[in-house]
C-alpha cells in the first residue's frame, strides 16, 4: 500500500496549487483519504478529509480556499488550494486508510491513518 504525493512547488500569495495523492497497491475508492501538513517548527495539522461518500472536511484555516476531490478511477485524490498565503507554507503529507461505514476516518481530525505518503513541499513568499 502506498501514497505518492506530487503537485508541490514555490508560488506567491495569491496563487493557486494542485496537489496529486496517487494511491496504489489497493482499490482507492475504498479508502479514506487526508491531507495534512507540518510547517516547521510546529504540529501537523490535518486540513482536509475526504470518505468513501465523497464527504469532505476542512479546517478553518483553510475552509473556502482548499477543495478536496478524489478520482476513483485513477485512484487518485487531489488538493486544489486557491488564495495561497505564507502562513501555508509546509510539507503537505496525504494519507489514507480503508474507509469505516461511518465515516469517522474523516469525522476526527485526531484519527491517525495508517498509510502516508513521503511529503511534497509548498512554499509560499514574496
Known amino acids: 500500500l502506498q501514497f505518492v504525493e506530487s503537485g508541490g512547488g514555490s508560488v506567491r500569495p495569491g496563487d493557486s496549487l494542485r496537489l496529486s495523492c496517487e494511491a496504489s497497491?489497493?482499490?482507492?475508492?475504498?479508502?479514506?483519504v487526508g491531507w495534512f501538513r507540518q510547517a516547521p517548527g510546529k504540529e501537523r495539522e490535518r486540513v482536509s478529509c475526504?470518505?468513501?461518500?465523497?464527504?469532505?472536511y476542512y479546517s478553518d484555516s483553510v475552509k473556502g480556499r482548499f477543495t478536496i476531490s478524489r478520482n476513483n478511477a485513477e485512484n487518485t485524490v487531489y488538493l486544489q488550494m486557491h488564495s495561497l498565503q505564507p502562513e501555508d507554507t509546509a510539507v503537505y503529507y496525504c494519507?489514507?486508510?480503508?474507509?469505516?461505514?461511518?465515516?469517522?476516518?474523516?469525522?476526527?481530525?485526531?484519527?491517525?491513518?495508517?498509510?502516508w505518503g513521503q511529503g511534497t513541499q509548498v512554499t509560499v513568499s514574496d
Open positions: 494519507a489514507g486508510d480503508r474507509g469505516f461505514p461511518d465515516g469517522s476516518n474523516c469525522r476526527s481530525a485526531l484519527y491517525n491513518f495508517d498509510y
Open positions: 497497491g489497493f482499490t482507492g475508492s475504498l479508502y479514506a
Open positions: 475526504i470518505n468513501t461518500d465523497s464527504t469532505t
